[in-house]
């Protein structure tokens, strides 16, 4: 299978720890997304990369968000100190380069439960 | 912000009727993309269609349609014949000017039932 993959796909941690998500984007996309998506909403966009580069955060991303791309293929997605309303679907999406002709193709999501 | 608004957030048909999701926009730019995504209840968003802001013409895949009026900043979505298979959220999108992020409306979660 050659589509974006994301680990783990559900995690329940405590108020106040750590987590960390990782995304494996389609192997010649070079544009990769974070999104996250709440109950009964559609996703909004958190930050998105370009290779290695972050080229945009949303204002969603707080400071206890942080997200690398380190060569340029995976990503991952750190958020410190979790608080009950980060509770979401993370979901991660790769593109062929820029432009609106590339449409990205999203992964199945990372389920974040914070008790 | 520039929204898309999906005024239906839930909508039940009987199988083989014809159902139309309607989407609205807003933008400031001349040159943008839309978007219709599927997310069935496995959660994964499944690409269906794509329509730069250049191209009104109306496009039908298989029991899929799409009308496209930028008079009305509206981009609908209809299915015709529905089946329970299509049982799913339904995501509209637009893309903003600088070619990026999309921008979802909250959804439609339509329930086909045999």
């Known amino acids: 299978d050659t589509g974006v993959s994301q680990d783990p796909r559900h995690k329940i941690t405590k108020r106040g720890q750590n987590v960390t998500f990782r995304c494996d984007p389609i192997?010649?996309?070079?544009?990769l997304y974070w999104y996250r998506q709440t109950l009964g909403q559609g996703p909004e966009f958190l930050t998105y990369f370009q290779n290695e580069a972050q080229l945009e955060k949303s204002r969603l991303l707080s400071d206890r968000f942080s997200a690398e791309r380190p060569k340029g293929s995976f990503s991952t997605l750190e958020i410190q100190r979790t608080e009950q309303g980060d509770s979401a679907m993370y979901l991660c999406a790769s593109s062929l380069g820029a432009g609106g002709g590339n449409e990205q193709f999203f992964g199945p999501g990372t389920r974040l439960t914070v008790l | 912000a520039q929204k898309v608004t999906q005024a239906q957030t839930e909508i039940s048909v009987v199988e083989k009727e014809d159902v139309t999701l309607d989407c609205v926009y807003e933008?400031?730019?001349?040159?943008?993309?839309l978007f219709w995504y599927k997310q069935p209840p496995s959660g994964e968003l499944v690409f269906l269609i794509r329509r730069n802001s250049f191209d009104e013409q109306n496009e039908i895949s298989g029991r899929y349609s799409w009308n496209f009026q930028k008079s009305t900043s509206s981009f609908n979505f209809t299915i015709t014949a529905s089946q329970v298979v299509d049982s799913a959220v339904y995501f509209c999108a637009r893309m903003n000017s600088g070619y990026s992020t999309l921008t979802f409306g909250k959804g439609t979660m339509l329930l086909v039932s045999p």
């Open positions: 933008t400031r730019d001349t040159t943008y993309y």
């Open positions: 192997s010649e996309h070079n544009r």
